[in-house]
Every structure is written in C-alpha cells, then in structure tokens.
C-alpha cells in the first residue's frame, strides 16, 4: 500500500517528508486511538510511524485532488 505526505510539518514538528511525496507502507496499526497509522520510511532513510494527519492513502489523495480541482 502506498501514502502521501499531506504535511511536512505536524504540531510545529518536521516530519522529515517530502509534501505530495508517495512511500511505501510497511506496516500498519488500524484501530490506534487518534486512526490508523503508517509505519514508512521518510526522507532521512529512518522507518518511523506516521498518523493520518501527516499521510494518507493514494486513493484518497486523488479524490482530494480531483475535489480541489472541480
């Protein structure tokens, strides 16, 4: 499964990914207490977990797009 960067920066913090940026998901946590999250691997090389604040799966960053443009 594959997620984009929909923020470089969460709560002030670098996340150390690139914005529209697609990654590999390496693992997945589906019933955490803020959504799912994604194990990847980010810019620094570093496998790390991410929320869905920060990415989100490839579908629904097309849907997301298409909305913004019509």
Same mark, same amino acid.
């Given at each position: ?22 990654? /590999? *998901?390496?693992? @997945? ?6 959504? +799912?999250?994604?194990? $990847? ?11 869905? /604040? *920060?990415?989100? @799966? ?6 997301? +797009?298409?909305?913004? $443009?019509?």
């Amino acid at each position: 499964m594959k997620v984009i960067c929909a923020q470089e920066t969460y709560k002030g913090h670098s996340m150390d990914l690139t914005h529209g940026k697609a990654y /590999e *998901v390496h693992d @997945q946590h589906p019933f955490q207490i803020n959504g +799912q999250t994604y194990k $990847i691997i980010n810019d620094r090389g570093v496998l790390a977990w991410y929320d869905r /604040e *920060v990415v989100m @799966q490839l579908e629904e960053w097309r849907e997301k +797009q298409l909305n913004e $443009i019509l």
